[in-house]
Nanobody, 124 residues
């Protein structure tokens, strides 16, 4: 049963922007650490950004200053605003829910619910 539903992927030129959204269908985003991950062909899955129940955020070094993760309580969603996109950002992006409210010391294996992914392609 799908617990998370991503949307917003697509294609962009380098330097452009895209916004990803992840709707939670059963749990509240306010009660869980939520994360965005990405995986490109032949690469390991990478944690991109997380946000916890207090709204504290963390980012991979590769996206700091360019990506912003946020929550929308009214829509029960977690979003990823991606600016100044680079070709290296090309990947399948996944939203995930952690069972705990806080993301401290979390690993991708700790996240229990995953969306099906949305493709982001950035051309130079």
């Amino acid at each position: 049963q799908v617990q998370l539903r991503e949307s917003g992927g697509g294609s962009a030129q380098a330097g452009g922007s895209l916004r990803l959204s992840c709707e939670l269908l059963e749990y509240s985003v306010k009660n869980h650490c939520m994360g965005w991950f990405r995986q490109s062909s032949g690469e390991e899955r990478e944690e991109v950004a997380t946000i916890d129940a207090l709204g504290r955020t963390a980012y991979a070094d590769s996206v700091k200053g360019r990506f912003t993760i946020s929550r929308d309580g009214s829509e029960n969603s977690v979003n990823l605003e991606m600016n100044s996109l680079e070709p290296d950002d090309t990947a399948m992006y996944y939203c995930a829910r952690h069972p705990r409210p806080y993301c401290y010391n979390s690993k991708s294996a700790d996240f229990v619910d995953w969306g099906r992914g949305t493709q982001v392609t950035v051309s130079s």
